[in-house]
């Protein structure tokens, strides 16, 4: 029995069921003690091939999982600064995925990553004084990493500084009170589920994720520092897995660069991109799979986990049968609803999960500052033919050159194949996880006034050169954008000269003095932003450095966007230090990962050398050509006292700006329906006694309300639902499936009249049955009330 219990603690099963296996085997073995020899040999071998290490759980693990998805119409989205791309709808649900990792009686770490652009810092800050006032100094700004996995397609208006807000008609409440929420939310599920635990460590390549969008400004980097790289682009997916001692495998975290721009930037419907496709696939993949099932495209079929064919057996009813059972069910009036009905009648709602955590599924993001999603290359609209290399433009014009994602021309299909590529190398990453995290859990953490940082340049014949960081500016080719998202007019990639015209534009805003313009060359400065305070501050100046610690994992928390060789020099700095350290707990078998976009938001990290070539990037580099060596020089300072066991200075804190935001987004006055109609009639319903095969598309459209009414946070706003017998109708997708999408409209800005219409592009993994579509929203009155109501479409059958 100390076998069996030495193997329970470690096995990768769940020692529930083990328990219940062993519960089995004793009453074989008062019946038939043969049978029970067999039973125990094969739960030993089975134990065995499970295991991955003899050793004790050494931490204490929990995470959580939580609805951020913000106002789904009328506000901006963030990201590609299109003032055009307002949300409408909803593609799939957002949301901030925690972990806790906890030293039994010592240090802890938590590290949030969100399906947002970025984090923020006055997001960061807000969360901090939520769990200071309900856990004291348990988590605090040291040892609490809230990341971003850059999607495009949320919605923008939380961060404090003027420039990233510009494009939302500046500050969102609901934007940021969602994300704010949603963090403390799943922060808080992953305190309550702390239990002992181990960690796994993994990591794997993949080559067809991402490309590098600026390899004119790579390749500008030293051939010697070049000659040591493969690829252009960071291949490596590094991944933690979480066992715990009593439920099994919890979850697992990743981190790999690619930028969140599968979607493009006339998308109107919220999305997590690639990186929440790969989030929502595996945590799909899981509850059908369960423990050691490896990925095939048997569990999964067009990106999509199998998932309700397996919890709703296959119907064998004959055709004709279905059609008569659908044409008993026509679609009723609006009816009115309760608030919590859209949460329950959510497919994965935690108000019929069993009670045990939850598994929880994170793709992180990490150095992807030139690493772009569409890796079929950059191509002209106009002509098909390549775009210039050195500019990214066609024929002079840079708004004509868009790369392309791998489902060119469809975004959505493009952002399904990069997600189940991410989610795909997970999946074998986590059943083949073997290297058992063992250590100290540590953390430093400062905040840096990059403005005007002198940095340390070591000489080649010894000694240094000083120079300084700058205040933060951009330069004239921030304005062409990417070729993820292009901007307009006459900019372009690789400027370093500006021209007269927007000059003058930019000197009615704010004249850049010598000393800036000396300070930042090559880059010309388009936009001041770091000398800009009116109303209030443009950009950042003081930004939060960190690192974290869980044993021979080190994570390195930037407030940016690092480029490949940027984020390479960045983490072999710490690396290369920790191992010289002379502390014997950092050898070669550490692993240093980048998590980007982590804590705030201050655009772009190149090396000196990109710099100097001024594409996209370069020019987003806010403070000067000396950024990356200001950032490796107070990382070294971080990693120098982590591994001598030294506290850090704070340093200065920043601006809190939440009392001088500036609001111009409108509220919603009222909703109202035409005469004769009610909150959630069909105005077009499915066809009379219709029919659908597994491929098509199935449309719906309600009347409806402003979705910026209740958020429907952990709840949802389209729901598919199959018939069990003759009455009983059950939740099979909804606006947490990939398959189905909700569109939200109005025929005019001001019109109180609106209307939803729901997509189920139907899988082929969908059960031939029954199938009706509803919608849940919720109405403001003249007044002010909210009433929530619901519809539905007559039934129909799937084949």
Known sequence: ?????????????PLVSVKMELFSAFDLYRRRPFWFLISLVFLLLTLLKSRVVLSDPNYLIGL???????????????????????????????????????????????????????????????????????????????????????SHAGPGGYLQYVVYIVTSLGFVRQSFDALVDGIEKCIIQAHENLHPGSIFVNKGEILDAGANRSPSAYLNNPDEERSKYKYDFDTEMTLLKFVDTEWGPVGSFNWFATHGTSMSRTNSLISGDNKGAAARFMEDWFQQNGIGNSYSDESVVGGTPRRVSNIIPDRHDNHHELL??????????????????????????????????????????????????????????????????????????????????????????????IGERQFRKAVDLFNTASEKINGKIDHRHSFVDFSQLEVALPKQGGGSDLVKTCPAAMGFAFAAGTTDGPGAFDFKQGDNEGNAFWKLVRNFLKTPGKEQVDCQHPKPILLDTGEMKKPYDWAPSILPIQILRIGQLVILSVPGEFTTMAGRRLRDAVKTLLMSSGNSEFNSDIHVVIAGLTNTYSQYVTTFEEYEVQRYEGASTLFGPH???????????????????????????????????ISLLTPVVMDATPPGMH???????????????????????????????????????????????????????????????FKWSRPSKLSTHSQAAIEWRIPQSASPGVYRIRHFGAAKGLLGSISHFTGSSSAFVVT
């Open 627 to 661: 950024t990356l060596s200001a950032y490796i020089q107070e990382f070294k300072k971080l990693a120098t006292a982590l591994a001598n066991g030294q506290s850090v200075e704070p340093g200065p804190q920043p601006p809190d700006l939440l009392d001088k935001q």
């Open 324 to 417: 008569e059972l659908a044409a008993s069910f026509q679609s009723p009036s609006g009816q009115p609803a309760t608030k919590i009905l859209s949460i329950a009648k959510r497919v994965r709602s935690a108000l019929r999960q069993a009670d045990k955590p939850g598994f929880v599924s994170a793709f992180c993001q990490s150095n992807c500052g030139d690493v772009s999603p569409n890796v079929l290359g950059t191509f002209c609209i106009d002509t098909g033919l390549p775009c210039d290399f050195n500019h990214s433009t066609c024929g002079g014009k840079n708004e004509l050159c868009y790369g392309r994602g791998p489902g060119y021309p469809d975004e959505f299909e493009s952002t399904r194949i």
């Open 64 to 150: 959580g999982s939580y609805d951020i998805t913000g106002p789904a119409a009328d506000v901006n989205m963030m990201g590609y600064a299109n003032t055009d791309q307002i949300a409408s709808g909803v593609h799939f649900r957002l949301r901030a995925r925690a972990f806790i990792a906890a030293e039994p009686k010592g240090n802890r770490v938590v590290f949030v990553n969100l399906d947002a652009c970025m984090a923020s810092q006055l997001v960061t800050a807000r969360v901090i004084e939520r769990l200071k006032a309900r856990y004291g100094d348990l988590y605090t700004e040291k040892n609490v990493a809230i990341s971003g996995i850059h």
């Open 679 to 741: 909150f959630g009639d069909c105005s077009s319903d499915v066809p009379q006694n219709s029919t659908f095969k597994r491929g098509d598309t199935a449309t719906v459209v309600f009347w409806s309300a402003c979705p910026r009414n209740d958020l429907m946070t952990e709840g949802t706003f389209s729901l598919v639902e199959i018939l069990q017998g003759k009455e009983s109708w059950f939740p099979a997708y909804d606006d947490d499936d990939f398959c189905l999408r």
């Open 1 to 13: 029995m100390a076998i069996i219990n030495e193997l329970i603690i470690d096995s990768s099963i």
